[in-house]
């Protein structure tokens, strides 16, 4: 009877050891009700659309780390949670052309591109009319031309026949006009082009990384056909034909352009959970968290983009974190890594890899969640129990059947390899954070639902989402995950179907 009595009353322990050690035990965390606090508060009004360097997105990311600290996530950076990077913004604070004492207006007459160019006073007496303004073994406009210190002026596009020439000949260069007033000396370029007025912006200019240039330009402005005639003295606007010849010219002309730079900070979020026996080799689990932010007064709220893989990579966290707690914690380090800046061109995931808080080499996968929300427009409505797969045969020969392997015994989607042709027009292999792993030559799976009528649009908010099919796709990733870091030995690379990967 003691026997008996004993066994009993230890009877519910060893039931909820037994349960704990099947990850089938951690599918709660990938309830409806969590996914939906998770992924309305990301796509609220209040994060404003997320979009890196922004106080929205500073939002975003104070959640995502408040939710790493309430798991007792270790800081990804050894130091917190964050992983700051700068950017860059500017914006031009003054903008004046004056033509014999007579004034321009910016956007009705004149332009400048703000990115490329800096703050410049000039003020000149004797300026050159270039044509078209190249010089190649095609064509020479500065043939007899001395520019050297002067300002230039030159026709926007090209001739009729050019490009094509140039195509053929290898020789298109879209800066091939600032390249060749450079060349020839010359202090300025200006370009008469054709869509004039333009509207003025209405919203910051655009983001950058990298504020220091290997090469730095010639100062180049846009301006009216219009202007242009009153400079040439040909109101009729005859030389737009592209007949006229080059001359030099004489006219007093003010450029005077004052640049600020703003230096602004974007973060990726890192937080892991330290493995065990094979502590030191680590699984990534990836998604963005930027988006679009405002344009005017219009938030881009991105529910799908990508605030349900940030919702995913959260649940995953909580549901690891839960295993850990029960004495189940993985064999390898798992770190759960919300990048931004991935809307501006992969920034927070490059920066992450040029700064990594571990060797690469020791990264089994990277297991990456972008879009897994929604239903691709051309699935028909009774297939929608899908998701794509995007990048596990390309470096290991062993990813893709672990993926496979547990989608057939857990989660039962139809996997859909549409995207892994090398042949997609889409290229969507190259499109998020995941690519910048592959390039070193980590193994990865980038998780997709496809291109739906929301997408970049304010439209994609969160009540659009199928949180079951969200839930299913999420646990997909958990499951093969669980495998991933758990498994005697790191994943083999001895695949190569990849641009410029290393092969570490």
Known sequence: MRIFLILFLFFPIISVLAQSSDPTFYEGAFSDAVLKKH?????????????????????AAAYIENHFRSLDLRPGTGEGYQMFYPVYRDSMIKMNIEVNGKSYQPFTDFEVNVPGNFSTTM????????????????????IGLDVRGKIVMVLGGEPPELLQ????????????????????????????QKDFPRMAPSNPGPLYKNAFKDRIR?????????????MLNDPAGNFSDG???????????????????????????LGYIEGSDLKDQWLVISAHYDHLGKRDSIIYFGADDDGSGTTALLTLASAFAKAK?????PRRSILFLA????????????????????????????????????????????????????????????????NEAANNKFVHLNLDYLFNDPKDPERIYYRSDHYNFAKEGVPIIFYFDGIHKDYHK?????????YDILSKRAQLVFYTAWELANRPKLLKRDLHDHDNTKGK
């Open 218 to 230: 010639i100062f180049t402005i846009d301006i009216s056909e219009k202007m242009a005639g009153e």
């Open 339 to 402: 990048n931004s800046g991935e809307e501006e061109g992969l920034w927070g995931s490059q920066y992450f890899v040029s700064h990594s808080t571990m060797p690469l080499k020791n990264v089994t996968a990277d297991l990456n969640i972008d879009m897994i929300g929604r239903i691709d427009s051309q699935k028909k409505p009774d297939s929608v129990n899908y998701v794509y797969i995007v990048g596990d045969n390309k470096i290991s020969s062993e990813l893709h059947p672990i």
């Open 165 to 192: 020439q140039q195509l053929k000949a290898g020789l298109f260069n879209p800066f091939a006009k600032r390249e060749a007033a450079q060349a020839h000396g010359a202090a300025a370029l200006i370009v008469i």
């Open 243 to 269: 007949h006229a010849q080059p001359k030099p010219l004489s006219a007093d002309i003010l450029l005077d352009f004052k640049k600020e730079i703003l230096t602004l900070q974007s973060s990726n979020v």
């Open 39 to 59: 992924l309305y508060t990301l796509a609220s009004p209040e994060m404003e659309g997320r979009k890196t360097a922004t106080p929205g997105q500073q939002k």
């Open 458 to 466: 304010p439209t994609d908010t969160p009540d659009r989402i199928n």
């Open 325 to 329: 707690a029960d004495g189940h914690g």
């Open 123 to 142: 003020l000149g007496r004797e300026w050159i009319y270039a044509g078209y303004g190249f010089s190649d073994s095609l064509r020479d406009d500065y």
